[in-house]
């Protein structure tokens, strides 16, 4: 028989538990509230995506990748600024969404996915299928196609026994599960912690034996890893899709799916697409030294660029971000009015500190950077914040700190902050274009026309945080 304190003590084991595996619940809920409305406020959509050869990287100074372009026309769409952050562990990335750090999940999903009940799926991007990922054995180029094919694993019963190893996190598990379920043959799945690409490799340089992959981006990757295989499928194709938070992000959700239901049917689409799955020339990009992902350089001039920017105590890829602004990393470019080189450095700025800026790209560079050092004594006093001050030290590299400093001005006399640069000093840089306000007394250096030198500052620190995205700062 049951005694009635056994009883009690079963019930409040029970609520305890119950209580337990609620808050657990809880904790795993969304923890923000904040909508496409306050999106708009803030004025900046933010994404979190994973760096690899077709999603997101950086490539001879350019952030590029399939889901970055996506992202940019989406925030393009809605009127705001786009900020990527970058995470290739899955787990981290959703829990990125949940917490508020991020508005958007922009990575490969499927209806598989673990953790699909902590998101809301967006309308698919494209649809395509899981496959095999296997090395050809080393004299395959010596073998014909029929001797190839039986040394292959091409029917799904030849998996049994076999070692696969998968992304954690990936829906790629439960595919594979389902398949040895179906077949009847037990296959052994290894989780790691690394992505499709890394898998790839791995198995191109014979670390591991067999991986699976989404079939589009092992296509793309079968272009510069001549030893794998990617010929035998696993799984009908099954949408690709984004994520967004379950609550809180419902007019987000219906405006990022109808914009993806229209600009699917669109000709930039296609384009886009085939750019990043279909490009013959993804072995060009992935073999390149200035595909930074593989080889953390932007140009052929990062030494010269990390030398010069520790002159001025400047991140190198801030400066490296300016070069590529000022010039694309050609050398010899010059502008109409005469600038000339990687920095795109006057002829008598060069003269004054006794500098030929055409003899070579050292040359070239020293110029910029002391020409930086002129403005950094100009702004050091005046601009107490550091990242301020890299704005207004930006802009004036490409105004002249004349214009720069009028517009400080004219913030201060009409009641906004002279040491903040955007919505404040930046706007009256702008204005500098109208009479009524380059006529000012206070305004020493007449009309400017300032729109391309607000857009200068933000071009090149938004290229500066895909650096930083991609390439790690280095330990001294």
Not at 196 to 221: F, P, R, T, W
Not at 310 to 332: G, H, K, M, T, Y
Not at 400 to 424: F, I, R, S, T
Request: charge should be neutral.
């Amino acid at each position: 028989m049951i005694k009635r304190s056994d009883i009690l003590i079963i019930v409040f084991a029970t609520i305890v538990l119950f209580f337990s595996i609620d808050h657990f619940t809880r904790q795993k809920t969304d923890l923000v509230a904040f909508d496409l409305d306050s999106i708009r406020v803030r004025g900046i959509l933010t994404a979190v995506t994973d760096n690899n050869s077709t999603n997101y990287f950086v490539y001879r100074g350019e952030p590029m990748g399939f889901h970055f372009e996506m992202l940019e026309a989406f925030s393009d769409h809605l009127g705001v600024d786009l900020e990527i952050v970058t995470e290739n562990k899955r787990e981290d990335a959703f829990e990125m969404l949940r917490t508020g750090n991020a508005d958007i999940l922009a990575i490969s999903l499927t209806e598989h996915s673990r953790g699909k009940k902590r998101i809301k799926f967006t309308e698919p991007l494209y649809e395509t299928g899981q496959v095999l990922i296997q090395r050809k054995p080393d004299l395959w180029r010596t073998m014909t196609p029929d001797s190839l094919e039986k040394v292959l694993i091409r029917d799904h019963s030849g998996l049994a026994g076999k070692i696969i190893h998968i992304q954690e996190g990936n829906s790629h598990t439960r595919s594979l599960q389902a398949l040895s379920k179906e077949t009847g043959k037990r296959i052994t799945i290894e989780e790691v912690p690394y992505d499709s690409e890394k898998l790839i490799q791995m198995v191109s340089d014979g670390e591991i034996e067999y991986a699976v992959c989404d079939e589009n981006v092992a296509l793309v990757n079968a272009t510069y890893y001549p030893y794998i295989d990617v010929g035998t499928t696993l799984s009908s194709p099954r949408g690709i899709s984004w994520g967004i938070r379950r609550t809180n992000s419902e007019i987000l959700g219906a405006k990022l799916n109808q914009w993806i239901k229209t600009y699917k049917k669109t000709k930039a689409f296609a384009l886009l697409y085939a750019k990043y799955f279909k490009n013959s020339r993804s072995n060009t990009i992935i073999n390149s030294d200035y595909y930074t992902l593989n080889t953390g350089k932007v140009s052929r001039y990062d030494d010269i660029i990390k030398r010069f920017s520790d002159s001025i105590n400047w991140d190198w890829r801030l400066l490296a971000s300016l070069v590529c602004q000022e010039s694309r990393f050609i050398p010899n470019v010059r502008s109409w009015a005469g600038a000339y080189g990687l920095m795109q450095v006057m002829p008598a700025t060069g003269r004054n500190f006794g500098i030929d800026i055409t003899a070579s790209p050292v040359n070239n560079i020293m110029a910029g950077t002391l020409y930086i050092e002129v403005l950094q004594k100009i702004f050091d006093q005046k601009i107490p914040d550091e990242n301020e001050r890299f704005k207004f030290i930006l802009a004036s590299y490409n105004a002249g700190p004349g214009h720069v400093l009028d517009a400080m001005k004219l913030a201060e006399k009409n009641g906004q902050n002279p040491v903040v640069w955007d919505g404040n000093v930046a706007d009256w840089l702008l204005k500098k274009s109208d009479p009524q306000y380059f006529n000012d007394t206070v305004v020493k250096n007449g009309y400017f026309r300032g729109k391309e030198s607000v857009a200068f500052v933000d071009e090149i620190l938004e290229r500066y945080e895909h650096y930083k995205n991609v390439i790690p700062s280095e330990v001294p």
